[in-house]
């Protein structure tokens, strides 16, 4: 007993069967000898009792979310409850056809292995949640190193599942965990970035509503089967937001192989096309509010930051009516959400610069501008994994002949205004209002601005006024077709 002293803490005698699995594995080639699955054997135990030595090494990777445009995210749940309650989860998510992620602790699978087998049966997945259900953090490397690499091995002695992920308790990570997880071949350390903060004991709406809130394309949702039972009615309400915004869940292994990697800013060409240039008298702009053309060809063009239920749903009415728009975004709202914005560029939308804090330009210094107008270019190109269209369009459309100098020297010299607008953010401006206020101002050539925003009437306005502009024989192109 005394050689996984510090692996196995506090036990009782209903754990004697699963104890008795694990010593075994402690004492068996799968954990000491020859027989170690490990991508890479350095630092791996030889004999027993022999040392283990840090893995040097490159860190294993943390996935909070995956990068995609793609409309999945995944459902994932810590520990495991007992029978009954495990049951009663099974049953909902088979419900609601949901296949979710089940991070287990190898000593719970040991004890009861029918539990993990019933979950494999549902078509669920099964990753490592530490041997002991442990938040890692506190812990020295070898004890790290322990508990996972027991745990891989419960797991599969019971299950015949390779564990491909590792999760502590809390979803924190350090070096080491993902040192450990590296030298033991595994793919990722997973966290998350969606917590309903089920442990706080909120109750089933609670938990659905804060999901519905925070969902987003590529995201990782993280509940827990053992100690909050509202979890159980909680998928149901999880369901119902998915179906309302027309995302689906997938396992965690399904969203990591559909997703994409992400390059590092300096890889992506057009990285460094805006930079701090402090020589900006004098230099030459362009501001443009609308095209010469007798053409009826207009622009629809779309400004700031909003959730993934209000932006899909813009998004899935342009491609009903087969329109291409033009996207100024706030950066500060792509930098948490960088999916959202490669969407747009992927369903044919272009992108482009609108600030990173959204302040208005004539209230900063010339050095605080143009870091703005620099950051927000750095964002927006790391996000959508390219360079974006190079227009800037200001805060709230305000720009004066010495702010638009100070912009144009960063590489932006065109400065995107407009010809149509109809303060649709303000949401005590109806859909109505909207409709009216376009169909009265739009000519060839018109840029019409309209928002992106929660909880106002543009989404509602918006096939209306497609219909209508088309129906006058408008064709809709880029804005930079449009100037062009």
Not at 35 to 51: F, T
Not at 118 to 130: A, P
Not at 309 to 316: A, G, M
Not at 350 to 377: F, W
Request: glycine share 6%; proline share 3%.
């Amino acid at each position: 007993m005394k050689s996984y002293k510090g692996v196995i803490r506090t036990h009782s005698f209903a754990r004697l069967t699963a104890l008795l699995t694990v010593l075994a594995l402690l004492t068996s080639c799968g954990m000491f000898g020859s027989g170690s699955n490990s991508a890479d054997s350095q630092g791996d135990l030889g004999q027993a009792g022999q040392e283990i030595i840090r893995y040097t090494g490159e860190k294993s990777r943390i996935i909070s979310y995956v990068y995609t445009a793609k409309k999945d995210f995944s459902l994932t749940f810590n520990g495991m409850g007992d029978k009954q309650t495990m049951e009663r989860l099974l049953d909902e998510l088979d419900k609601y056809d949901i296949k979710a992620t089940f991070f287990l602790p190898g000593i719970r699978v040991a004890e009861e292995p029918d539990i993990a087998k019933n979950i494999i049966s549902r078509g669920h997945e099964i990753e490592n949640n530490t041997l002991n259900h442990l938040d890692l953090t506190t812990l020295e490397y070898e004890q790290i190193y322990k508990e996972i690499k027991l745990s891989n091995e419960v797991i599969q002695k019971e299950t015949g599942i390779t564990p491909k992920y590792i999760r502590t308790k809390s979803g924190d990570y350090s070096d080491d965990i993902r040192l450990v997880a590296a030298q033991l071949g595994m793919e990722g350390v997973v966290s998350y970035n969606i917590n309903p903060k089920d442990r706080d004991m909120k109750s089933a709406q609670e938990i659905g509503d804060y999901v519905a809130r925070y969902i987003s394309r590529g995201s990782i949702i993280s509940l827990n089967t053992d100690i909050n039972p509202e979890v159980i009615p909680s998928v149901g309400l999880i369901a119902k937001a998915a179906e309302d915004i027309g995302y689906k869940l997938v396992t965690l292994s399904e969203l990591v192989e559909r997703g994409g990697e992400r390059k590092p800013l300096e890889q992506i060409p057009g990285y460094d096309a805006a930079k701090i240039n402090p020589d900006y008298k004098g230099t030459s702009y362009e501001l443009v509010y609308k095209a010469k053309t007798r053409k009826k060809e207009i622009a629809l063009t779309f400004d700031d930051w909003a959730t993934d239920k209000t932006v899909t749903q813009i998004l899935d009415i342009l491609a009903e009516y087969d329109v291409k728009a033009t996207f100024f975004l706030r950066a500060q709202g792509v930098e948490q959400n960088p999916n959202l914005a490669r969407a747009m560029i992927e369903e044919g939308h272009d992108v482009a610069n609108h600030s990173y804090a959204h302040q208005v330009v004539t209230t900063l210094t010339p050095e605080q501008l143009q870091e703005d107008v620099v950051k927000a270019h750095q964002v927006i190109t790391e996000a959508i994994q390219e360079q974006p269209l190079m227009l800037y369009r200001p805060p709230t459309g305000v720009v004066d002949d010495a702010t638009a100098e100070i912009i144009a020297a960063t590489g932006y010299p065109r400065i995107a205004m407009y010809d149509v607008t109809t303060l649709d953010w303000d949401v005590n401006n109806s859909a109505e209002d909207i409709v009216k206020g376009i169909m009265k101002k739009t000519q060839s050539g018109s840029v019409i601005l309209l928002h992106i925003l929660d909880g106002i009437h543009t989404a509602e306005a918006l096939p209306t006024v497609l219909e209508k502009l088309q129906d006058k024989g408008y064709t809709f192109v880029k804005m930079k077709d449009l100037i062009e």
